[in-house]
């Protein structure tokens, strides 16, 4: 990848940590027994602190019954247009692969929509979301192989895959320049 991502601000993660935790009534220790996170790493978050993985959000979130986008969706405007290379990115501890969140569900609405930017080399392999969730995926470059692990399909520019998202899965870039854009559904 050409330039590292912006990082994500630490104060939105922190903000919505704290308000999801307490909506769910769960202490620090519980949170992070439930996420498999030490319990001093889930304290530095909250203290907005740290630079947490994508999958360190994803297994908090999962813990939480609550998506992705719930613990990193930037504060809302009337209007928001995000420029290509821009938004609140989150790259993986283990694969080379950004997530750019482009749109958090709605009231109601329950999906969510990222932009990913992934290289070849290690695939980024993913713990199963919260129950019902499906994925959608349109690749715009490259090329990538993605779905539940064992049936992931190689797909290429316009191709279009749908896929639970509950079940373990993982994306892979086949070329280099891979991007695609993910929408999440959550039922």
Not at 30 to 40: D, M, N, P, Q
Not at 88 to 110: C, I, K, M, N, Y
């Amino acid at each position: 990848m050409s330039q590292p991502p912006a990082r994500l601000p630490m104060e939105w993660i922190a903000a919505s940590l704290k308000r999801e935790r307490t909506r769910a009534g769960l202490s620090l220790s519980e949170l992070a027994k439930r996420a498999g996170v030490a319990k001093s790493t889930l304290s530095q978050l909250e203290a907005a602190s740290g630079n947490p993985g994508v999958e360190t959000i994803w297994a908090l979130a999962v813990a939480l019954g609550v998506p992705f986008s719930a613990l990193v969706e930037p504060p809302t405007q009337s209007l928001q247009v995000i420029r290509a290379g821009e938004g609140p990115a989150v790259a993986s501890e283990r694969a080379d692969f950004v997530a750019t969140l482009l749109a958090a569900s709605p009231p109601g609405a329950r999906r969510d929509i990222y932009h990913i930017r992934a290289e070849p080399g290690t695939a980024r392999e993913s713990a199963p979301h919260i129950p019902g969730t499906v994925e959608h995926l349109i690749v715009g470059s490259g090329k990538v192989k993605a779905g539940p692990l064992g049936e992931g399909v190689e797909l290429n520019p316009g191709d279009y895959a749908t896929y639970r998202g509950d079940v373990p899965h993982a994306y892979e870039a086949l070329l280099p320049g891979t991007s695609f854009v993910l929408v999440m559904q959550h039922v």
